[in-house]
């Protein structure tokens, strides 16, 4: 998933998969912010849709969650990198 998300943010080192690249510090914390100011009030916003029936409001929270859990994933992969053992 992270692979495709650096990918659709045309972001992707050379084209190259994250399993073979470093995912870099400046990246992680990028993609923290972006779990922190588009995911969490995108999830607020499918909330608020739902229950007042906007469905603009929904589609566009959706839109912020996904984007947030693509950066979410992002880092967590980066923060995976640092933890685990080199072979």
Do not use: C, E, K, N
Not at 72 to 87: E, S
């Amino acid at each position: 998933m992270a692979d495709r998300f650096m990918a659709l943010m045309w972001s992707r080192p050379g084209g190259l998969s994250l399993r073979t690249t470093w995912v870099t510090p400046a990246t992680i914390w990028l993609g923290l912010a972006v779990l922190v100011a588009l995911g969490l009030p995108g999830l607020g916003a499918v909330l608020y849709g739902v229950t007042s029936r906007q469905v603009l409001v929904v589609l566009g929270g959706l839109v912020a969650a996904a984007l947030g859990a693509g950066g979410g994933t992002v880092a967590l992969y980066g923060i995976r990198q640092r933890r685990l053992p080199l072979h």
